[in-house]
């Protein structure tokens, strides 16, 4: 086993989950780990507390007359339930079949710790690096980054870089390498519904009181119209229509054919707002989604109640010019309106965080596509990511600063899913890509 491969498995063994309180000095340990990596390494590390999780920056000697470059990760990782569908302990790594498997593997501390080991290889070999680097490694990008905001805005200047680059994002098919220029931002929500003062006998009170799982039945059915599109008065009024370039040049992208969508979801048959492609759909499109749903009896067998309560957990994906709290509004606005009578309803907010588009044709964005082509061998796709890193939105507003998006992440990497993995393929490869990036980027 190579010393690189030795360093992830160590790394992967944290289970550093965010959301769990008792996991505090877990994620205290990862971010341990990172500051005696990047010391070994000779960078210079600074380790800031929160009132939530540490914030660890590194920064090599800057120079004048240098690329300066924000290197962004998070080292933190979501829960792994359901514990019992793991082919293997999701904390103590296994490779099986050219692939590491472990939560976090792919999200985020195989793509993060390849970088590190990209730049512990450049400065091994030539003792330096060839830009100005930051590197800005969170633990809270699971929950929202909501200590990494105000962070920034106390930092702003001693954070300064021309750009920002980041591997949190896929691969739209195995050798295919892919630069993200966009990603959809989300807002989320809580809606509870409650009825009777406790679970009533079906039998004796059905009929004569209002059913709270029927209630949030209801009001999750009235999301959509038939033909998949959105169904929430105004949802769509600010939303922005592809280019003709961008429909052009997803109509090759590989992986997104009907086919390919079906065998890597498991889905029987596809569904979504309809007149757009699956690409268009993921990339490109606003959506409301139920997360979550629950009331009543869950367990083996029946039990004839009219239960108590009912919830719903919702998300929304969102696209530029859709402004999340606008959009929050008129999510609870519907709730409201399409809630049955004879139940109590509760509108919890969730987090937040907006879209981001930029220019992948631009001096920066050029650099990435031919780090990527010469890493992967070939010329590499153009996408706008369907999920959220909600902070990169924040870079822009608050640094002033566009974001590189080189995805290593397969489809089949199941992140935030039972049996995540990592190919040990773009593992290696993600420690090229950050050395042939910044010998890019260092000769804009």
């Not at 000095?25 to 780990?33: L, N, R, T």
């Not at 295919?176 to 809580?190: K, N, Q, W």
């Not at 010019?321 to 309803?345: D, F, T, Y």
């Amino acid at each position: 086993m190579t010393p690189e491969l030795e360093d992830l498995l160590n790394f992967l063994r944290i289970p550093s989950i965010s959301t769990d309180s008792a996991h505090v000095e877990d994620v205290k340990a990862c971010a341990d780990f990172l500051e005696a990596k990047l010391s070994g390494m000779g960078l210079q590390v600074e380790v800031h507390k929160t009132p939530g999780h540490p914030i660890v920056v590194a920064r090599n000697e800057h120079q004048e007359g240098r690329q300066t470059v924000l290197l962004y990760g998070h080292y933190d990782v979501q829960p792994v339930d359901p514990i019992e569908l793991w082919d293997s302990a999701p904390f103590e790594p296994e490779i099986r079949e050219g692939k590491i498997w472990a939560r976090g593997s792919t999200d985020n501390k195989g793509q993060l710790l390849a970088h590190v080991l990209g730049l512990e290889k450049t400065l091994k070999e030539r003792g330096e690096l060839p830009v100005n680097l930051i590197c800005l490694f969170e633990g809270e990008e699971e929950i929202g980054s909501v200590n990494l905001v105000p962070f920034l805005e106390r930092h702003r200047a001693s954070l300064k870089a021309d750009v920002i680059l980041v591997s949190d994002t896929g691969m739209v098919a195995p050798g295919v390498p892919t630069m993200g220029y966009g990603l959809r931002g989300i807002t989320c929500a809580e809606v509870y519904v409650k009825g009777p003062g406790m679970d009533l006998h079906s039998g004796v009170y059905g009929g004569a009181v209002a059913n709270p799982a029927t209630a949030i039945a209801r009001i999750v059915a009235s999301f959509h119209d038939e033909s998949g599109k959105v169904a929430i008065e105004g949802f769509y009024d600010e939303v922005e229509p592809l280019a003709e370039w961008e429909r052009e040049m997803w109509k090759e992208v590989p992986g997104m054919s009907p086919a390919d969508l079906k065998k890597v979801t498991g889905a029987r048959e596809l569904f979504g707002e309809s007149g757009y492609t699956g690409a268009e759909q993921i990339w490109a499109r606003p959506t409301c989604e139920v997360n979550g749903i629950g009331g009543g009896y869950q367990g083996e067998g029946s039990k004839t109640v009219l239960p108590a309560e009912a919830m719903a957990k919702i998300s929304c994906r969102l696209v530029p010019n859709q402004k999340p709290a606008v959009i929050l509004a008129k999510l609870e606005a519907h709730v409201r309106k399409h809630c049955p009578p004879g139940v109590e309803l509760h509108f919890e907010e969730g987090h937040s965080g907006g879209s981001y588009v930029a220019d992948p044709h631009d001096v920066f964005g050029k650099a990435a596509q031919r780090a990527l082509k010469t890493v992967f061998g070939r010329e590499p796709v153009l996408i706008r990511e369907g999920g959220s890193i909600p902070i990169i939105q924040d870079f822009k507003e608050i640094l002033g600063i566009d974001t590189l998006m080189l995805g290593l992440a397969l489809p089949d990497c199941q992140i935030h899913a039972p049996n995540e993995n990592f190919t040990i393929e773009n593992f290696e490869a993600g420690i090229r890509l950050n050395q042939v990036v910044l010998d890019e980027i260092a000769n804009i």
